[in-house]
């Protein structure tokens, strides 16, 4: 008979875990085709959506990741968009403080708010 120390996970409570998260995983793939299928809703669009949230430290602190994926996080908005909520929530930055990122956000959103108009007034929507 085996002796179990205090703290460490029993068989019998760790195996029934990967088949609960694996059905899990084929039910959330199979909802996705799902909505592909029935509501022309974009599949490849979510899981994109969910690596970037998982890159930009919405999920967990960026200051979790290895350093190479810390640098990483820094090309996407929402680490800028977090970063400029935790300084406001939790440091109690002020709007000085604020400025280098709301001049990175204010700048991505002129960049795409241009894209989008010239995109726009190219489009024949409403010939």
Do not use: C
Not at 6 to 35: N, S
Not at 44 to 70: C, D, T, Y
Request: charged share 15%.
């Amino acid at each position: 008979m085996t002796s179990v120390r205090a703290g460490e996970p029993r068989p019998t409570e760790v195996e029934p875990v990967f088949p609960r998260v694996l059905f899990g995983l084929i039910q959330l793939m199979a909802l996705f085709f799902a909505g592909h299928l029935f509501y022309g809703v974009d599949v490849f669009g979510h899981f994109g959506n969910l690596l970037i949230a998982r890159a930009s430290g919405a999920w967990f602190p960026v200051s979790f990741m290895p350093e190479f994926k810390q640098h990483i996080a820094r090309f996407t908005i929402a680490y800028w968009v977090i970063d400029g909520f935790g300084g406001v929530l939790w440091t109690g930055s002020s709007l000085t403080q604020l400025l280098p990122t709301l001049r990175i956000l204010l700048g991505t959103t002129a960049v795409a708010m241009t894209i989008a108009v010239w995109r726009f007034n190219r489009s024949r929507l409403f010939d």
